[in-house]
């Protein structure tokens, strides 16, 4: 998601390791003030915990409980987990865990070790576990079931330890504190970052500048997620998935102010069409978008909608989609139709509660 002033409105703490030179991902052994001790993978540290995965499963000590943690070799590692192998793996898909746990390493563009704070629904890589909470604590999971049921997506899943313990379904949230990693991480994806507060990055990865996380931006990349999910990555316009995601984040109430502006424009011959090769525009992407999403969604129902989604994902493409679920041939035709209808329509009927 790009910055806009008005948009706006919506829209570094260290580690205090144990011991010189900790370092989350090695095999220490720790022992605890009660004199137990245990063998293990560090996955993950805190200023007031650690977390060790064991054998067994994963244990989260506080370091108040903590006697010390003493730090082994590489091969003395490499040989612990090859001694696991074979054994059971632990509730929740460990290997795909700690493979995330490496891959948020490669992408911390920073001298600062990641904190995490996890819940069922998502696992959040930062340097403030305050703004976090805040943001994202008992909200993930309820949000992730609402987008997908706007959707129509039946297949959607959401990690639940009860039922569906594959890790890889969590959502991954990545918060840059300070300016130097959150730019070296949006150039790396081809992002200025000067004008980007966030981004989704496929397999439910999405990076955040910590300034701009706030909750609508956090829900409007969860949703751009879902639909990838949903259309297997469909090649669509960016005004359509700009406009997919502001359907999905904003209540009937909240759009009507950008469709009446979308509707503004079109009434007085300062749109912008679809087809424009004008791809940086907020008022086309987010706005307009938003209405053609509006103009298919409600106008022409939510089974056609479904319908229309649906064949994206069985990749008969955004044209020939058009044209068998909604009649329109191009993308040329759907703006003129888009037109007459927002001339036509009372912005109170077509976002009524």
């Known amino acids: 998601m790009k910055k806009k002033s008005d948009f706006l409105r919506y829209t570094a703490v260290p580690l205090f390791l144990i011991l010189s030179g900790a370092v989350p991902g090695l ?19 805190s200023p007031s915990s650690v977390t060790v995965r064991l054998k067994e499963g994963t244990m989260t000590f506080k370091r108040s409980d903590l006697k010390y943690i003493k730090k ?14 074979g054994a059971s793996a632990p509730a929740g898909g460990s290997e795909a865990r700690d493979e995330e746990l490496k891959f948020a390493d490669t ?34 999971g309820d949000y992730c079931k609402k987008v997908a049921d706007k959707f129509g997506y039946e297949e959607f899943k959401i990690y639940d330890k009860s039922a569906s313990p594959d890790w890889n379904l969590k959502f991954k949230f990545y918060s840059y504190g300070d ?27 999405v990076f955040f500048y910590e300034l701009y996380m706030k909750t609508d931006v956090i829900y409007h990349e969860i949703a751009h997620e879902i639909y990838r999910e949903l259309t297997k990555d469909a090649n669509i316009p960016r005004w359509w998935s700009e406009g997919i995601a ?21 009434m007085n011959n300062q749109r912008i069409p679809l087809l424009s090769a004008d791809d940086n525009s907020y008022e086309h992407n987010y706005e307009d978008g938003l209405s053609v999403v509006y103009f298919l969604a409600r106008g022409k129902g939510k089974d056609k909608f479904k319908e229309f989604n649906y064949n994206l994902r069985k990749e008969k493409g955004f044209e020939n989609s058009l ?31």
């Open 27 to 45: 095999a220490d052994e720790v022992a605890t003030s009660d004199g137990k001790h245990y063998e293990g993978v560090i996955v993950n540290q």
């Open 72 to 85: 082994w070799s590489r091969q003395k590692n490499e040989a612990l987990e090859n001694g696991w192998k």
């Open 107 to 140: 992408v911390r563009y920073s001298d600062k070790p990641w904190q995490t704070y996890e819940e069922d629904s998502f696992i959040a890589f930062h340097h403030d576990e305050g703004i976090v909470k805040g943001r994202l604590k008992d909200k993930v």
């Open 179 to 205: 300016f130097a990693s959150w730019k070296k991480a949006a150039e790396a994806r081809g992002f200025n970052p000067n004008t980007l507060m966030a981004f989704a990055a496929g397999n439910r990865r």
């Open 246 to 266: 502001q359907y999905a984040l904003l209540t009937s109430g909240e759009a009507k102010q950008q469709i009446s502006n979308s509707r503004f424009r079109a």
């Open 323 to 353: 044209s068998e679920v909604y009649g329109f041939d191009s993308i040329n035709a759907l703006d003129r139709a888009w037109v007459e209808y927002l001339k036509k329509i009372d912005i109170k009927d077509m976002v009524g509660e």
